[in-house]
């Protein structure tokens, strides 16, 4: 089971989720690359969800623990849905839209936890336009932060299968 494959992937979401930990402009993390990665490469479930929920909860309890992380890890475990719809399908094109989508999805759900718990904004339909006006500098990096992590992971895990056949999904790994 756990086999070469397995550890790399491991490896290289546990770096990402570590890399959270270094100084970076805000918002500027790799949490929907590490879902979407996870969801589109680990080929059982069970992984593709484990090892990316489990790598975001050991980097937040040395980040700290927030209200909004029920919304954060419900938008994780979507993201990595995502990403197992991803896995027979992946193309430059479809990794991209998909990047772009998680990054929305978090956006949308993050902020408007913001606003309903946060006590910044009113509630109402204008609290709730000024909470996502407000946050829009906010994803310019998340997108940007999710982009390239998202190159880093599949383009890194895709370099490597190239040169480490032992790396490339055999059929009795499939089910």
Do not use: E
């Amino acid at each position: 089971m756990f086999n070469s494959r397995y550890l790399i992937l491991t490896a290289m979401i546990l770096i990402a989720a570590i890399s959270r930990l270094i100084p970076h402009p805000p918002n500027f993390a790799p949490i929907a690359a590490i879902a979407l990665f996870g969801g589109a490469y680990f080929s059982q479930k069970r992984f593709a969800f484990i090892v990316p929920l489990a790598a975001l909860f050991l980097s937040d309890l040395i980040l700290g623990l927030h209200q909004l992380m029920i919304l954060t890890y419900g938008c994780f475990v979507a993201i990595i849905a995502i990403g197992l719809w991803l896995q027979k399908r992946r193309t430059a094109s479809r990794i991209i839209a998909t990047a772009f989508m998680s990054s929305v999805l978090f956006f949308v759900v993050t902020n408007f936890g913001v606003w309903m718990l946060s006590g910044m904004y009113t509630k109402n339909i204008n609290g709730l336009m000024t909470c996502y006006i407000a946050a829009l500098p906010f994803f310019q990096n998340t997108l940007a932060g999710d982009l390239v992590y998202i190159g880093i992971l599949f383009g890194g895990f895709a370099f490597a299968q190239k040169q480490f056949p032992a790396l490339r999904l055999s059929t009795s790994l499939t089910h």
